[in-house]
Structure formats: C-alpha cells, structure tokens
C-alpha cells in the first residue's frame, strides 16, 4: 500500500464504557482509498468490521462502505450505528441518512448537552428461510438440537439461528470454527432465554470474525422472530448500556 494519510476513529458500540462493547474503525475521508486499500486497513486494525465515510450519492448525510475482515458487506448493524455516532457531532444532526449497500438507513441521535448518548436505527426488513444445512451446523457447534426451527435471516447480513434450552448452554458452547467457516459467510447466533432476557453469541468465521461482541443486524433480525418480538416494546436497536430493544 502506498503512504497515505488518513485519518480515523475508534469507537466502542453498544457501551459508553471506554474499552468495552463492540470496536468499530471509522475512516472519516475515505475518497482517496481504492477496494483493496480499504479492506487491508480493516485487517490491519482488526476490529469485526471498519466502515469508510464517502460523499452521499441519494441524498443522505454520507454514503458509507463496510468491510470485514473478509469482504465488504451491504449492511451491518453496529458499523452504522458507531459512523452515525462518529458524524454525528460534526454535522449536528438529530437524524443521520447513511447510505449503505441495501439503500439509505436513518438512525435518530439523542442528546445530554453537546453529547451523544444513544442512537435509534430503522433496520431493513428480512427474509426469512429455513436453513438447509441444519446437520452440519448442529455439529459444528457441538449440540444435538435446536428448540426452535433452524432459519436463516438476510436483512443484508446472512443470519442462522440456533435456540438452546438455557443461558448456560449458550455460555457453554466451543463451536468448530473451521465447520462454521465451511458453511459460508454468514453470522451463527446461538441464544435462549426468557421474557425480557435473553443471551446470544454470535460466531462469523466466514467473514473472517470469530466471535462478535455485538451484533447490530443479528439483533435487528432477531426482533423479527415470533419468540421475541412478543418480549420488547420497539423496533430499534439501542447503542447504550441498556437491554437491546426491538
């Protein structure tokens, strides 16, 4: 890669704890990277994913382009959210219309004073299909069942979801992660629970992330499922402290 200067920022998602939640680089000036620069500086830092800020091109605030270590992808949920965070003071704006690869996200910023302290995101609906791998992926992950019927979600990001009969049984779980990156690019959540607390993992090998700290889409696509929607009173994705609303 040739010398350039660039600037960027480290933001931590989903926390407002220094060091904690789910690490996100934003590149806040990405007109001078080609695709493959780009995807070398998120191997580089090492975060799940990196997002690169661009002049809009539909009539948002800025178009926005995400990678992982593996590939770029459409959409992701906690990249949104981090740059909303990250071009949010400067442009001082209430709502922010990022645009991605599946169309242009709004995400509404609430303020204390001057700061930031939490972030709503409209996601995109998903699709949802069975999966038709459910054998290999239970043995990958080390189970012999799912309590609920194994399906794959695509709101921009592939999602499987795999329900377990307890919290301990999701903490438990060592996943195969060459299996799991056998499967394709797409992100495992392995969860359980009940009311209003639940427990996910989430594992990404296909994309080059073993185990995500946080995930925006999962838990976007998530809301979508019968079993949760019924246990949370919105639709949004909080970047706070707090239990995830859907």
């Given amino acids: 890669m040739s010398m ?15 060091f904690h939640g789910n690490q996100l680089g934003v590149f806040t000036d990405a007109r001078a990277l080609t695709d493959e620069q780009m995807l070398m500086l998120t191997r580089e830092l090492g975060f799940s994913e990196c997002t690169f800020v661009l002049p809009p091109e539909q009539g948002g605030h ?11 992808l459409p959409f992701a949920g906690h990249p949104v959210l981090g740059t909303a965070f990250a071009l949010g003071a400067p442009l001082q704006a209430i709502e922010l219309r990022l645009e991605t690869g599946i169309g242009v996200v709004s995400v509404r910023l609430e303020r204390e004073g001057a700061k930031i302290i ?14 038709d791998r459910e054998a290999e992926l239970l043995v990958a992950l080390g189970v012999e069942r799912s309590e609920l ?23 438990a779980l060592r996943p195969d992660m060459a299996a799991l990156e056998g499967l394709g690019d797409l992100g495992v959540n392995c969860f359980a629970g009940s009311g209003k607390s639940w427990k996910t993992r989430c594992f990404v090998p ?11 889409s999962a ?6 499922m019968p079993c949760l929607r019924s246990s949370f009173v919105t639709t949004s994705v909080g970047c706070a402290p707090c239990p995830i609303q859907y």
């Avoid at 350039?4 to 220094?18: A, C, K, S």
């Avoid at 939490?118 to 999966?131: E, I, S, Y």
């Fill in 206 to 216: 296909g994309l080059g992330v073993g185990e995500d700290a946080a995930t925006g």
């Fill in 62 to 72: 800025a178009r926005i382009r995400i990678f992982t270590p593996g590939r770029e």
């Fill in 118 to 131: 939490f972030g709503r995101m409209d996601q995109p609906l998903p699709t949802v299909a069975p999966f």
């Fill in 149 to 171: 019927p194994v399906e794959v979600y695509d709101n921009g990001m592939l999602h499987v979801y795999v329900c377990l009969d307890s919290t301990e049984a999701v903490a």
């Fill in 4 to 18: 350039l200067n660039v600037r960027y920022l480290i933001v931590d998602v989903f926390t407002d704890v220094p």
């Fill in 219 to 224: 838990a976007g696509a998530a809301g979508r």
